[in-house]
């Protein structure tokens, strides 16, 4: 493990780069709809997951649980980790992270340059095995810190009080629906609880990906959307406003991801290609008046070894998703 900095008093400038993160209008002209999509991918370690890292470390030093021998130990599918990594590396705390050997080394490569230390599990990409072993470690060696993102109600309180409410302000009127995928469940949770505190008949729905459709009762199986549907429904999820939820094919979210890159020049990952089929689909059931919102949640950049940046990887043309599953 890289030495990191030792804990610093100053505030650490990063920080402040987190959050507030514009929201703009999609227009998808042979649909003949406007989406709304809040542009997480643009916060400073390149994801949604930075809202996180900065929520629970700067609670955890504020309470006196970071020690300056601390080390924040997390198990991850790369954006978390990268979060903890940059949040960490600013405010001086060792970190190491636990992730799946299927990962993209592209996660791997930031969170080392991050000066983190990087624990590989095999897992055929089940996290509950990483999750196991992360609280073992922290069993026997009290320096580490469990941030614990699958079950920290800090996450999904962290989304209603920061993230909804930017949403309910960028847009400024009522809000129809708001779509997007879950890894923990935490952004589901706690942007729904907002926007349906102010917009009590909006629809709240959950993006799974249709090979992996656990909300439809379905089995789990491998798909392509990296960073959501880790396999289980996490239990923040289960504290979320949900009205239902929408199937999207893995080949389907490329195939937006990549439009999302050559028509609106947006590099962002795979599930935001999945979040805007989930959320093309709301706004035809829904009709063209309906305001939509959904997240880019991370970078294009991150995915440059996986099926996103393999053009002979399996597209589709714009073969219909299945219908929203009431839940
Ligand atoms: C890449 C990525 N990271 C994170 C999230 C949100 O995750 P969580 O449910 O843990 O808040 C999403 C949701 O779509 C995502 O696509």
């Given at each position: 493990m890289h030495p990191a900095a030792a804990p610093s008093a100053l505030p650490a400038p990063v920080l402040n780069l987190i959050g507030n993160t514009p929201l703009i209008p999609l227009c998808f002209a042979p649909e003949g709809v406007t989406l709304h999509a809040k542009?997480?991918?643009?916060?400073p370690s390149g994801s949604i997951k930075d809202r996180l890292a900065k929520m629970v470390l700067m609670d955890a030093k504020q309470r006196g649980l970071l020690k300056p021998d601390s080390i924040i130990l997390e198990c991850t599918s790369g954006n978390t980790g990268i979060a903890l990594s940059m949040v960490g590396a600013a405010m001086g705390y060792r970190v190491a992270i636990l992730m799946s050997a299927s990962a993209s080394e592209e996660r791997r490569r930031l969170i080392r340059r991050l000066g983190a230390e990087l624990i590989l599990f095999d897992?055929?990409?089940?996290y509950q095995t990483g999750i196991k072993l992360s609280q073992q470690m922290a069993a026997e060696d009290p320096r580490y810190f469990l941030p614990r993102q699958f079950e920290n109600p800090l996450n999904a309180e962290d989304h209603e009080h920061t993230t909804g409410p930017e949403i309910l302000r960028q847009i400024g009127g009522p809000i129809h629906a708001f779509v997007t995928g879950f890894g923990t469940g935490g952004t589901l949770a706690g942007c729904g609880k907002a926007i349906k505190k102010r917009w009590p008949n909006a629809r709240i729905l959950a993006m799974e990906p249709a090979e992996q459709a656990l909300l439809a009762g379905e089995c789990p199986c491998c798909h392509f959307i990296e960073g959501v549907a880790d396999g289980f429904v996490p239990a923040l999820l289960r504290d979320a406003p949900l009205d239902g939820s929408i199937k999207v094919r893995s080949a389907d979210a490329l195939t937006m991801a990549r439009r999302l890159h050559r028509e609106f020049g947006l590099l962002v990952g795979t599930s935001s290609g999945a979040n805007l089929v989930a959320a093309l689909q709301t706004a035809r059931e829904l009709g063209p008046q309906a305001t939509v919102v959904t997240l880019l949640c991370d970078r294009a950049e991150r995915y440059f070894s996986t099926a996103l940046f393999d053009d002979k990887s399996p597209t589709t043309t714009a073969t219909p998703t299945p219908p929203a599953t009431a839940k």
């Open positions: 542009c997480e991918f643009l916060n897992s055929g990409g089940m």
